[in-house]
């Protein structure tokens, strides 16, 4: 894990656990590896005890599991669980858009339009992180303009899920009909329609799923 740079700030717990969840969310630590407490914590230059703390939160979300003989590893993409999950995203999604519509903001929708061209621009880089992290951006602006947090922090828990199969198929992603989808939810939010606003953000997500987990039927 070269990229993951050592940790002097407070809160030592909560980074490690951010920096850990993101190299498992981007497969910089890969499906199946394992890992030790304390190479980890040599690695954080830290004691051992923040990092545990932070391996047993990623095992209560399902991103690491605990085997046999005190060893560790990454669990591996479940692809049931994923399909599972993106219901869920999708239904909390719609949820988001259909609570926000009523008095989103211009300069939210704008931001959303800023955030689907940097999402264009990432898939023409062909920048995994920087293409998904302008989707999540773009999605966000319906999250927090709902007014309704649970949602967020619901799909938080959720999203790794997601995320993990994603990086490893971003290859078979139409990214310009995702492109298309977000311009089409960005006109319902201007003509201030809830309904359709609702039902496009929930065939975004699901959409995506078919694509990365087959048909649930």
């Known amino acids: 894990m070269k990229t993951i740079k050592t940790i002097e700030r407070p809160i030592l717990r909560d980074q490690i656990y951010e920096s850990l969840k993101k190299a498992i969310i981007t497969l910089e630590l890969e499906p199946g590896k394992r890992i030790l407490d304390k190479e980890l914590a040599a690695e954080f230059g830290v004691s051992r005890t923040p990092v545990r703390e932070a391996l047993k ?24 669980e994923a399909r599972n999950a993106f219901t869920v995203v999708a239904t909390l999604n719609s949820l988001a858009a259909r609570l926000a519509i009523p008095h989103i903001l211009t300069q939210e929708i704008e931001q959303m339009d800023t955030n ?33 947090p649970e949602i967020e922090i619901a799909l938080e828990r959720i999203m790794p899920k997601i995320r993990r199969l994603e990086f490893s198929k971003f290859s078979s992603v139409d990214g310009h009909h995702s492109l298309e989808q977000h311009r089409q939810i960005i006109a319902a ?29």
């Open 57 to 80: 939160r990623l095992e209560d979300e399902g991103l690491i599991e605990s085997l046999p003989g005190s060893q560790t590893r990454i669990t591996k993409i479940n692809l049931e």
């Open 116 to 148: 689907n061209s940097e999402l264009q621009n990432a898939l023409e880089k062909k920048d995994v992180v920087g293409a998904v992290e302008a989707d999540d951006r773009f999605h966000l602006v319906l999250l927090k303009a709902s007014r309704n």
């Open 189 to 217: 939010c201007k003509a201030k329609n809830s309904t359709l606003a609702s039902a496009l953000v929930e065939e975004n997500w699901l959409s995506l799923g078919r694509v990365l987990v087959g048909d649930s039927e």
